[in-house]
């Protein structure tokens, strides 16, 4: 499988170009930079690009890798349904096809397994609060991932009418932190950390928990390999690693 | 619902009778104890016997209760092929064609979810260990649900043909702790302690952690309750507590 | 050692009754409620009394004790400075001169560990969070020990001179939790937890986790047994179980 | 202050000269390697030479060093006590009489401290075990600082009199770890980890956890700045981080 990279020389990019290099069934084909022509990517050279450039101009990158008749997986973020629905369009007018568009908001496999092993256990117990903790450089609280897994365990304690959650807290106490459709979310910021998400659930006697620890960029890169032999397998537009791993 | 409970007065027993007490949907029928005649337990006042006694006694027990036209959960431990094979046979000459018997080696929901997560998680991490910390008292390491993960673990990995996992270590160091089915396990004894599980996994820059804590008895409850709703949905014997969530 | 217990049939006083008789230097003297006579306690017959009552008689149990003459240990909540005061004059004026009361807000020996490892830890580190978790029944939140803990930290680092802790969120987001003399502190309020406390400490490339765990009231025997050995070497009037560890 | 690396291109040496060219307080010196002079280090340019070398040549360059006037930190391992009888000789004989040398196997005050507050809370729990976690490239199993924790543990218990830890685990079994000095060790080997230490202390109801998380070589910086602020203040020869904590 050969891989070219848009935005090699990026902080992900840097990552990305040393896992192809290090996979053994993968091939290293072009580095690209946004002073290169993106034009040089084809199915003549690669199988398979991955975009992690910037908000800005990832949408043009793929919908310039779509023309060139290659598949195309996109770590960058900013995606949204107007942007979206372009690639969807784009796509349907591919040379190729079978060609394919994947786009994932994280490629960590702990944080995606830990979003949707929450989604499973949270309605056999009484409670389920989210602890996320970061660096201290981060500028948003509570994170998009913590976020994310909170609408995931309401959504699956409302499927399967659960009651609400006991909490005789007097007053909107600040210690209880946010409360994101129903559940309790609290952001930690401490030195030392990068990214992680505790989600902790309880029942009389009992607690569980499920935790994700991305301690660097190199966490990413297992789902990005993972992503770029699974993208042929997928026709069109798909969204979250969730959907390439076998769940 | 109108739930017996057998072995009323043993540790777990008196747990069982307060906690279908204070269950809304269900009524405590009879409680009965070695002394007891068990036949008293009929359609006419039972839905549901919960059997929490001892090993020598819990296959008369079941069989009893089959020929009694009740169905029937239970919690205590000991069952092997041969016993199972028995209540087979009398399920199949059962008074009722619909009749149920459910058995579960542990009727703690996050054990047994953390099982099941284990499962699904281990092939998509290169490493994977489990660590299980129990009360001092306990005579045997590691716990029998530990060893139960070690194997869901190394059958996961095995399906998905994943490589060894990577451990430089020289020699066979005893830090290492027991080797499961090339699953390494450590067991903790600690004062304060009751039944807990964890499993790590970890990738490059990444590491997952999926735990059960059961602090007392009370943890078996959810589990114990949620199999008395659901056994009259599943004629026949159905061993584990897994079969009845909806995993 | 005899021990006589005031408030033995109370929650904490009962398990102080049991934790007595089994302790080997121990013997169990008297048990008094609140429809008996509390000068019956005298040295006749008890070394310590041991007090777990409520706010509203503690004070006056204490007073009567000490003009019985016996020493006293207190786990009743609700003191201030003024009811403290009132129990060092009583000291001044007791039959015996090296008389010893001694009092203390929480007698889990992990808990106050935690906090004195926080204080020694804290200007250490660049960063410092508390996460507080306990049963979904509690009214207050944050708990008074990690109020307690915050301000240890606070203490700690304003002493040392420390630089303020990064923290790049923009705006007063909920999820950050309260901040207490400057130390963010969070609030889980989980079914199945009693009483626990996390503290995060953090550095570049490094973390410290310093955690106390009371699964119920047994945690606070040791502490109790403790403070009834050592209140006799500590004339007058002691606060707070850090000081009878050798710390 | 100003401050030359020895070892200045190694893993470890490169790190003290981005945290030397960090630190407010502090000048980059000289930066040598194996293939440079070492007596261009002297006092016309040196304050504190830091040495992250191979075992091999670590001696030579303290003694060279002692020689020429300067303060010296050593990161280097494979000391003995014939070693540092060398430097403690060579330090007799200094051009300056309040010269300094200091040496410590572990730089990370998480470690440091972990190690230190598991010896004082070690006599007042019944249990204790260590468990470390490391990456799987570790040849060794336990790490020296587990074996350095368990002896902690184990002197401070003895100098308590502390009765035997409970267990009443049947035979020797492989998953109860390595008991060093009477506690038991256990090592996890997980990709994604780097250097991380729990202790578990247990007491009826109760436990406490003291960990230390060193998730890269940064975490090691922190201490050795801190080690080249206070030599100066300790003349002679120091072993042991803990020494220049305030401890």
């Not at 949270?122 to 909170?150: C, M, Q, R």
Request: glycine letters at 8%; hydrophobic letters at 45%; aromatic letters at 4%.
């Amino acid at each position: 499988m050969r891989v070219s990279v848009v935005g090699a020389q990026g902080r992900m990019g840097s990552h990305v170009v040393a896992a192809v290099e290090a996979a053994e069934d993968m091939q290293l084909a072009l580095q690209v930079d946004s002073s290169d022509d993106l034009t040089q990517v084809s199915p003549e050279n690669t199988d398979v690009a991955v975009d992690f450039t910037v908000p800005d101009v990832t949408l043009d990158n793929v919908l310039t890798l779509i023309k060139q008749g290659v598949n195309v997986v996109v770590g960058t973020t900013g995606w949204n349904d107007d942007k979206l629905a372009q690639v969807r369009e784009a796509l349907a007018q591919a040379p190729r096809k079978d060609q394919a568009v994947f786009i994932a908001p994280n490629f960590a496999i702990s944080a995606v397994l830990a979003d949707y092993f929450a989604g499973i256990a949270a309605p056999y117990f009484e409670s389920a609060e989210v602890i996320e903790a970061h660096h201290p450089n981060k500028l948003d609280a509570p994170s998009g991932t913590a976020v994310h897994t909170a609408h995931t365990i309401a959504q699956a304690r409302r499927q399967a009418d659960c009651a609400p959650m006991p909490d005789a807290t007097v007053g909107n106490e600040p210690s209880r932190g946010d409360v994101v459709d129903g559940v309790h979310v609290h952001a930690v910021r401490l030195r030392g950390l990068n990214a992680h998400e505790e989600i902790l659930l309880g029942n009389p006697g009992e607690q569980m928990i499920i935790r994700s620890d991305c301690f660097d960029r190199a966490s990413f890169m297992p789902g990005v390999l993972l992503a770029c032999r699974k993208v042929g397998e997928h026709p069109g537009l798909t969204v979250g690693l969730d959907q390439f791993l076998d769940l």
